[in-house]
């Protein structure tokens, strides 16, 4: 996969290299360039925004720069790929679409800055993505947030593929209780069926606590969740062992 991110601040996705998405790198699964689009600016004084049409607080970004970064990584790698404009007013960032981008050969991310964006930048975007309803300072963060939660999902970026199966929300469910040595801490154990070496069991501990923890903290998703009869089962145990 090959990921471009368009920004004025080159130096926070320094961090990209870091931990996991940095091995991915390092392992050649990705391609990774932050690309500064003020080096593209035809302005004098090197600006890449400007006063609002019609008044209006803040100071916008300038279509002419974005533009021209866009084209030159579409120069660069053959194609623009997917173009991610990361805003406070677009689709809530979900694993669902987390699975989605990292289905794609390449990916370029526009992480603005200042009151917002030009609205004729629109033009070169394919989705318009938000992390949350709220604002930060510049769109760097969130495009941290959607390329960790896609590339994390590439094929042996994990080293177990398994592991971003059963992460929460890649279920549709929150994830179950996890635990590892010692048994007992401090008094706190384990609980014994996560012991007992009888997987039948641990699988449906596993389930049912998987649907009792989405029960408790986020049973919104529950009005999607597919359930299977055994599912059913295990949330009306869990609702009864709730609710006494």
Same mark, same amino acid.
């Given at each position: 996969?090959? =990921?471009?991110? $368009?920004?004025?601040?080159? !130096?926070?996705?320094? $961090?990209?290299? %870091?931990? =996991?998405?940095? &091995? ?29 049409? !019609? ?38 960032? /979900?694993?669902?679409?987390?699975? *989605? ?8 991310? =526009? ?24 604002? $930060? /300072?510049?769109? %760097? ?18 080293? +177990? +593929? ?29 609980? *014994? ?12 501990? &596993?389930? &049912? ?27 009306? *145990?869990? &609702?009864?062992? *709730?609710?006494?």
């Amino acid at each position: 996969m090959r =990921i471009d991110v $368009l920004s004025l601040f080159p !130096g926070m996705f320094a $961090l990209m290299r %870091e931990s =996991i998405i940095g &091995k991915t790198i390092d392992k050649g699964l990705v391609d990774f360039n932050v690309v500064d689009f003020r080096d593209y600016t035809t302005n004098k004084h090197n600006k890449v925004d400007d006063e609002i049409y !019609g008044g209006g607080q803040g100071m916008l970004l300038m279509p002419q720069p974005i533009f021209d970064a866009i084209e030159a990584v579409e120069t660069d790698a053959g194609s623009r790929g997917r173009v991610i404009l990361m805003d406070p007013a677009g689709e809530r960032f /979900t694993q669902a679409k987390a699975e *989605e981008f990292a289905k794609e050969e390449h990916l370029t991310f =526009i992480a603005g800055h200042y009151e917002g964006y030009d609205e004729r930048i629109r033009e070169l975007v394919t989705d318009e993505v938000s992390i949350g309803d709220f604002v $930060l /300072t510049g769109g %760097e963060l969130g495009a941290m947030t959607v390329i960790d939660a896609t590339v994390r999902l590439l094929e042996d970026a994990l080293g +177990d +593929d398994m592991s971003a199966v059963d992460d929460s929300f890649s279920t549709g469910l929150l994830e179950y209780p996890q635990y590892t040595r010692p048994a007992e801490f401090r008094g706190l154990k384990v609980p *014994e069926v996560l012991t007992s070496g009888n997987h039948a069991k641990i699988a449906e501990w &596993k389930q &049912k606590e998987a649907l009792r923890r989405t029960y408790q903290r986020r049973p919104d998703l529950l009005d999607t969740y597919e359930f299977t009869p055994e599912a059913q089962r295990l949330l009306r *145990e869990v &609702k009864a062992e *709730e609710n006494n």
